[in-house]
């Protein structure tokens, strides 16, 4: 008997042995076919799954093996049965773990540099983290499960803790929802020019974080935003569609000025600076009549929302000289003052 239950289990360590031998020049046999694919997430696939596959197998024919063996008495018997399922356990949660590795470098190394969105660039690391923590704690529970653990008291226990975690990190999930869904939404992207309403600050977009978004100002200081701020206020983007930007001035003429010959002044000056963009529009609006002069509002096209500030000065030097040559005046605001007496 003990002869036909050692020659039992022998044939069953053999045909392990071979299995285990076959599965894996198997897998390298399709690691060659799959080398002449266009993608590569194959190749990581097979890679993430040979030695696991080949150890489970091992340790299955092994488990089959023991229970060959009559004279193991029942307990002894329990604890191996339950050394094989931590070793069957930990064996599949690495599989799980070396798919997710795959998966997630096959991703950012052939896809996600050919999106227009930079969102799964910056998460790539986050979900990675976020799936190796649900697939542990599935993987826990099914551990737990298996013991006959109760773990309704230890459920509760991580939902009160969790509850205390999110309130205590309430500001951080309130930026990090925002910074995701800013990358979603796209109102920008690194590089644009915009505008924050809110909080009075506009710059150039140097890099759109989980947190917070920095900014370069125009006088070359880093703003750190909190994206939470950012998605609740008013955001310009002056960089979309493109650059180009109109920009504005409001002149002021005497009473009794020609608005006609005014208006054709200003605009032949403007029209003569090398930073305007010719074939737009440009306008002398005649809008108000001011409390000492008729107000004007000058405007026109620039190539760049960049230079707004510099051309600014120079359309109102333009505007000056050239009013200043046609003879038309510029008054200052005065206060007649009228005595009782």
Known sequence: MTEAVNLQIGIILLI???????????????ARLTGRTKTDLDDRVIDALDRPIVFLILVIGIEIAFDQFSSITFRWLQYVEDGFFIVRWLILLLIVYRLINALVGWYGAEVAH???????DKFLTLFRHIAVIIVTTIAIVMLLNHFEVDISAMVTTLGITSLAVALAAQDSLSNMMAGFFLMLDQPFREGHR?????????????????RTTRILMSDHRLVSVPNSVIAKGLIVNYSLPDLRFRISTTVGIAYGSDIEAARVVMVDAIRQQSWVLADRRIEALFLEFGDSALNFRVRCWINSVIDTQPIQDKMNTALYEALNEAGIDIPFPQVVVHSAD
């Open 194 to 210: 915009i505008g924050i309403e809110e909080i009075n600050t506009w710059g150039d977009v140097q890099e759109i974080g989980l």
């Open 16 to 30: 392990t042995v071979v299995l285990s031998v076959l599965v894996h020049f198997l897998l390298l046999g399709s």
């Open 114 to 120: 050919r999106t227009e969105t930079e969102l799964d």
